[in-house]
């Protein structure tokens, strides 16, 4: 009796099992040796290979387009392959038209040499806005992958909706890696970027992250290759583990900021300027920053140069706790606290540094140490 149950429901799920294939298209096996066309769906997701050229050779976008705004509430899965891209493509922040983007690890998304746009060539939310996290279909991703901006173009940017997700993604060769732009619910934009790296193409306005909107959360990146690692235009942003480091030629170096914090209410945990000329610089409207055990460092003497942990553009309002600066050399000048305005109620608690190597005169990080 049990073997006969145990038969019957191994084929009843195995009918079960042909029944699903069937409704989904996917293909069947090929035959041993048989070349392997994609298939139109595999699982449920829609394979965008067998609709966009994915050997580099063709431009893809406008087949990209077109499978996203034919399937709403779909997954759109890339395999391996250069997708080339001559324009951007736009994903619905209406979550009865959203779709999600699953790239594999080795699936690239590469902008055309002659990239003329001033958009992102991922625009995440860049039609059909919305504010709407209660219908289902608000929480879309990016996920995987890698961008590659060709060194003109911009990677991906969040443009509208609420909760979009940036996961796994590497970027390669972009003048600005991230964009979030100002949100849809009063400039919120609650969107939430995690292990994603980004390389910049090295030049003077080459940024990683800009966050023009507020309530985000960043973890774990790693940025290079940029003159400035974050520009953060936003308030009430969460950024954990996020490391931007100094990889650029040395006649910018001067103007090189890992984090640049032009609005109020940010936190920084366990984030790291690495080898900036100034690790963060905080702009005349910048109030209410928290930076817990936080870290600047330096990895080279850089003779003649400047070596400044923080710098307030006015008055200095951030708390700074558990901070390790890592002055190395005398050969430039370290500095721990330049401030444009005397005053702000901002303190530095419990720093961890060699103060014989800070060789700055003023020195005004002793009148705000707690």
Known sequence: MKTAIRSSS?????????????????????????????????????NVAAFAPFDGSADASAAIQALIDANPNRTLWFPDGTYLLENPICTPADPRLSVDLQLSNYAILKAAPDWAHTNAMVRLGGIHPANNIRTPGSVYSLTGGIIDGSGV??????????????????????????????????NSADADISDVNIVGNRAPDSVGVVIDAAD?????????????????????????????LWTNPGDQYD??????????????????SDHFSTGWIFGPNSFNAVLDTCIAYWY??????????????????????????????????????????????GFLRDLRMDSRLVNEERKAYLDYLR
């Open 10 to 46: 191994i084929a009843a799920a195995l009918a079960f099992a042909a029944a699903v294939t069937a409704i989904a298209g996917e293909s069947p096996a090929p035959a041993p040796g048989a070349p392997c066309a994609p298939a139109v769906q595999t699982a449920g997701f829609i």
């Open 153 to 186: 173009a911009d990677g991906v940017s969040i443009e509208s909706g609420r909760e979009t997700r940036v996961r796994l993604v590497s970027m390669k060769r972009v003048r600005v890696g991230l964009h979030i732009k100002r949100g849809a619910n009063g």
């Open 300 to 345: 080279s003497p850089s003779p003649g140069k400047r070596h400044t942990a923080i710098r307030s553009d006015g008055p200095f309002r951030a708390q700074v706790s558990g901070m390790q600066i890592g002055f190395r050399w005398t050969e430039a000048t370290n500095t721990v606290l330049e401030v444009s305005e005397p005053g702000g109620w």
């Open 216 to 244: 985000n959360t960043l973890t774990n990146m790693r940025i290079a290759d940029v003159c400035t690692g974050l520009e953060i235009n936003g308030g009430g942003n969460l950024l954990t583990n996020v490391h931007p």
């Open 255 to 272: 103007d090189g900021v890992g984090f640049r914090d032009n609005s109020g209410n940010n936190c920084y945990h366990r984030c790291y």
